[in-house]
């Protein structure tokens, strides 16, 4: 190995893990903010606000990987609006919902909260992940982008500085806030590693991503069992999450779905990306044996 293929492999794993030095302090920041101005979050303004430049980002990233497709533009327009148009009547439902206190308990004998979480998942999930359109589209997209856009997860601290202030029980703020802002954090270093095109940078994306749905595993676990409901096992000293009070419980309704199925998709690129990596190399291989047969 070459010393400029040695430096090539390292100068992403530096810049990235240098991007901590000014994303944690501001994470910090923010999370100070939070806690003295508990407003700002019980608003609903933060999660409204990053959830829609999430949604924005991504029909932009959508369009702009299909643009780079070979698909023809009636193609591209008929995607585009298959993905958007749900997401967004998705997250108009959510937030109504919300606000309108559908998600308390007991408002319903139907289990509205859970159903936000799984079915969207069990919905989206296979249509993305068998799609040969999304497949395309994903091969034409930046396999960071798709890490990158989770950075709004460190807006998760909410649950911390709720915590801090006696508004939501450890028991479950502690894992799911900590999970959150990590998996926030660490969505820069991996987007600059696999940006590299390394077999190490895409390592790196794919444990990211495994990192970020234990935290939602985590996280659902700990607000199922200390919420009211028939598999509450822990009752806390304060109301959990599953109160349904808004804006909080669009974390469990929106967020956490929407966040699973960019996981999903993640996943599925760079596992794409490997199998090609691997057909060019087994390519050069055979290339290589031919030219040197007598």
Known sequence: MTTEVVSTAMVPSRAAWRSLLWFAPLTALWILLIYRWPVIPTSGVQTTAHQLAAHGLIALGLWLGLEHTNLTPGQRRATWLAIMIPDTLWFAVAWSAAINGVFHSGT??????????????????????????????????????????????????????????????????????????????????????????????????????????????????MGTITSPGPLQLIVPDVQSIGAGDYPGVLTPAFVVPSSILLHALSLRQLRRRSRAEAARRKDFQDRDNIGVVP
């Open 108 to 221: 319903t004998p139907l289990p509205i909260l859970p159903s936000a979480i799984f079915l969207p998942v069990i919905i989206g999930a296979p249509l993305l992940l068998s799609s040969k359109r999304i497949g395309k589209v994903l091969d034409a997209t930046p396999a960071s982008w798709l890490v990158a856009l989770q950075l709004y997860r460190v807006f998760g601290s909410w649950a911390l500085a709720a915590w801090l202030r006696g508004a939501l029980p450890g028991v479950f703020a502690l894992p799911a806030g900590i999970g959150d802002v990590l998996t926030g954090l660490l969505a820069l270093p991996a987007a600059i590693a696999v940006a590299a095109g390394t077999a190490e940078g895409r390592r790196a994306a794919i444990l990211w991503n495994l990192v970020g749905l234990a935290d939602f595993a985590v996280a659902i676990t």
